[in-house]
C-alpha cells in the first residue's frame, strides 16, 4: 500500500513534467511568434521600397492579406511550411526591389505631390 508521501512525490513528479512540457510548448510557440513576427515586419519594410505605387500597394496588401489568412493555424508542420514560403517571398521581394529601382518610372497620378 502506498504511503502519502510515496502519492506525494508521483503526483509532484507528474506535475514538474507536465509544468516542462508545457514551457517547452510554450517556448517553442514564442520562438515561433517572434520568428513570425520580425518576417513580418521585414517582408512590410521590404514592401515599401518599391519604387512604383502599385507594386508597393499589391506587395503591402498581399503580406497583410496572408498573414491575416493564416493567423490561427496551430500545426508546427504548416506552420514551419507557411515561415519558409515567407522567406522565399521575401528573397523574391528584394530582389524585385533591387530590380525595380534599376529602371527608373514615371510617377503616377497618385504619387504626385499636389501643388498648394
Not at 1 to 26: A, G, I, V
Not at 39 to 66: I, P
Not at 95 to 104: A, D, E, F, K, N
Request: charged share 25%; hydrophobic share 30%.
Amino acid at each position: 500500500m502506498p504511503t502519502s508521501s510515496d502519492t506525494r512525490w508521483q503526483c509532484f513528479m507528474r506535475n514538474s513534467t507536465q509544468r516542462e512540457k508545457n514551457y517547452t510548448e510554450l517556448n517553442m510557440a514564442s520562438c515561433s511568434r517572434t520568428q513570425v513576427i520580425s518576417l513580418y515586419r521585414m517582408l512590410v519594410k521590404e514592401s515599401k521600397k518599391f519604387s512604383s505605387y502599385n507594386y508597393r500597394t499589391y506587395a503591402l496588401r498581399r503580406v497583410k492579406d496572408g498573414f491575416r489568412e493564416n493567423l490561427h493555424v496551430d500545426n508546427p508542420k504548416t506552420l514551419d511550411m507557411l515561415i519558409n514560403q515567407a522567406r522565399e517571398n521575401l528573397a523574391v521581394i528584394k530582389r524585385q526591389v533591387s530590380i525595380g529601382h534599376l529602371y527608373s518610372a514615371q510617377r503616377t497620378v497618385v504619387e504626385k505631390e499636389p501643388h498648394l
